[in-house]
Every structure is written in C-alpha cells, then in structure tokens.
C-alpha cells in the first residue's frame, strides 16, 4: 500500500542509515516533503549602497532566512502607507490667498473692526501640522 501526504507528490523512499549504539529499524521510510511548484524564473536587479547591503544582508541573518525570502516576506507581507497631500497644499494655497486680499483690504482701510489674528493663527497651525505630514513620509 502506497502512502503519500495530502496534498503531494509521492517521492522515493529515503534509506537511512543506522546510528553506532542504537537498534536497527526499517531501512527505508516515507516522509512527506514539501514539493516547491512555483519557479522562481525573473530576475529582479536593484542597487545598493555598501551599509545598505549589510544591513539587509544581517536582517536576514537574524531572522533565518535566506536573503530572497527576506526580502520576499518583507516586501510582500507589509503596507507602504502613501499619504497623498496634494488636495491638501492646493487648498492650502487657496486659504493663503484668501488670506492676503484680506490684509490687504485691511490695510486699505475696508476694513477696520474685524480681528483676523486667530484666523492667521489658525493658517499657522494647518501649515505646521502639513509640514509635519510630508516630514513624516
């Protein structure tokens, strides 16, 4: 009776050899193996610098795998979180244009009771936390 594993090939039967000062068994057994079925046929070329390199050549090290499944399991498995702040600067700018006819109608006397200190204050807050944003990427 063949025995195979589920899901795979049947393979050869492995002869082992006996251990100096233990008892004989079965010279031959099956074990399930796992069979790769993928091939791994591109090539995919990057450069690096020298720290680069080591630095993921010791990742890899320290976590047990092999250079290409490092890399495989860290690109893959893990989300690059892209913030896209473009609506936010054009609405920015649109804001700071807003602002500027204010002062100048302001200044030209238009106006004369109306405090815009906390609205400048407030344009001030929305810049620094944008800034901090794009710092962060």
């Not at 492995?14 to 100096?20: A, G, L």
């Amino acid at each position: 009776m063949s025995r195979t594993c589920q899901g795979q090939a049947e393979r050869p039967a492995v002869r082992q050899r006996h251990k100096v000062g233990r008892k004989p068994g079965p010279t031959l057994t099956r074990r399930c193996v796992k069979i790769e079925t993928r091939k791994r046929n591109q090539i995919l070329s990057i450069r690096l610098t020298d720290s680069e390199k080591s630095a993921i050549y010791k990742k890899s090290k320290k976590a047990k795998l092999t250079l290409t499944e490092y890399i495989l399991k860290s690109s893959l498995q893990s989300e690059i979180k892209v913030v896209d702040l473009q609506p936010l600067l054009v609405e920015l700018k649109r804001i700071g244009n807003n602002l500027n006819q204010i002062t100048r109608k302001i200044n030209s006397g238009a106006f004369n009771s109306y405090n815009f200190s906390e609205t400048i204050a407030m344009q001030r807050k929305i810049y620094d936390a944008i800034i901090k944003l794009s710092e962060d990427k």
